[in-house]
């Protein structure tokens, strides 16, 4: 299916230093993606128009099912998603993942995160995430959406089509880590968490609870990042 594109010219008035002037601006678009999960009910999504399906995959996983259980698409129509629940038969993830990673290399990662080209930054409008595997030295998955829950929700669906194992990975985020942020994150199994921007009392209580590492403020053109809690000692010197 041919989906619309990302963002549409508008003209516009805008306000600045006292006086109107016309002008044509840029706006996301959204879409609505419907899936229904056999057993479990339906959902309503609304999203940029970027790859439905792993959405839809990601969301029913991360909000939709608990553990030993993943979703399996059976139907596409149009943005409508019907999907069904089978048995997660992927190996138990190593314990010893996603390892330590030193101060300066950090910075490196958060640099190359943020300038990879992309949409985030040409609205205004998009929040960006990807995974990062430490043993392939690369961000193995990207994802870019208006809603930044989400990006992680395509994460978790490229995920499960690439057989990707997100407790081995570092999660990188564009956007402010909440409570609702890091829960979902939990749910996909994350343990280390970098965003360029704030981090939430109740997101670092929950960090803590669960012993991932969240890193905030991670702003390379400052050269500087805040660990607001690393009890496995994987951010080194």
């Not at 997100?166 to 199994?189: H, N």
């Not at 343990?191 to 109740?202: F, N, P, Q």
Request: charged share 25%.
């Amino acid at each position: 299916m041919e989906l619309p594109e990302l963002t549409r010219a508008i003209s516009c008035r805008r306000y600045r230093d006292g006086f109107f002037s016309d002008i044509t601006d840029d706006v996301a678009t959204e879409i609505r993606v419907t899936l229904d999960l056999e057993g479990v009910g339906r959902k309503t999504l609304y999203a940029a128009p970027l790859d439905p399906e792993a959405l839809v995959l990601g969301h029913a996983a991360l909000d939709m099912l608990g553990p030993g259980e993943i979703p399996a698409l059976t139907d596409a129509q149009g943005l409508s998603f019907s999907l069904k629940v089978v048995p997660d038969a992927r190996p138990a993830p190593d314990t010893t993942r996603p390892g330590g990673l030193p101060a300066a290399e950090l910075l490196t990662l958060v640099r190359r995160f943020i300038a990879e080209p992309g949409l985030w930054d040409g609205t205004g409008c998009f929040h960006r995430a990807a995974l990062y595997d430490p043993l392939a030295g690369n961000f193995i998955a990207r994802a870019e959406d208006i809603g930044r829950h989400n990006c992680l929700d395509r994460l978790a669906g490229q995920g499960l089509r690439q057989g990707l194992c997100l407790p081995e990975l570092i999660l990188f985020l564009s956007c402010r880590v909440t409570a609702s942020m890091m829960q979902k994150a939990l749910r996909a199994g994350l343990r280390m968490v970098v965003s360029r921007s704030a981090v939430t009392g109740a997101a670092l209580g929950a960090a803590k609870d669960a012993g991932v590492t969240l890193v905030g403020f991670a702003r390379d053109a400052e050269e500087r990042f805040t660990v607001f809690t690393d009890a496995a000692g994987r951010v080194g010197a």
